[in-house]
Nanobody
Framework: VQLVESGGGLVQPGGSLRLSCAAS????????MSWHRQAPGKGREMVAR????????NYADSVKGRFTISRDNTKNTVYLQMNSLKPEDTAVYYC????????WGQGTQVTVSS
């Protein structure tokens, strides 16, 4: 099983980034996918979650209206489009797959700074 995140980096406040998470080794379209983040000195928090069908998504209040989660079950990939980024969005972002099992990616760093 692998979850490989990509797309992180350094961006100025107000900018955008698109994270991707490529999955393999399990039946992707049966798993709820989510993005979580962990800032230095803080606990891990759920940012966005999408059902296996892709029809329902939930967001943390702190990112509503700025972030959009989506998935492509033909490519076994989940995305996180992040717009209007703020310095407080700086964190390591992790991809998670949940069903009977619980899988995590290795994380990708997002830094929002001028």
């Amino acid at each position: 099983v692998q979850l490989v995140e990509s797309g992180g980096g350094l961006v100025q406040p107000g900018g955008s980034l698109r994270l991707s998470c490529a999955a393999s080794g399990f039946t992707f379209n049966t798993y709820v996918m989510s993005w979580h983040r962990q800032a230095p000195g803080k606990g891990r928090e759920m940012v966005a979650r999408i059902r296996n069908s892709g029809t329902t998504a939930n967001y943390a209040d702190s990112v509503k209206g700025r972030f959009t989660i989506s998935r492509d079950n033909t490519k076994n990939t989940v995305y996180l489009q992040m717009n209007s980024l703020k310095p407080e969005d700086t964190a390591v972002y992790y991809c998670n797959a949940w069903n009977v099992n619980d899988y995590w990616g290795q994380g990708t760093q997002v830094t929002v700074s001028s």
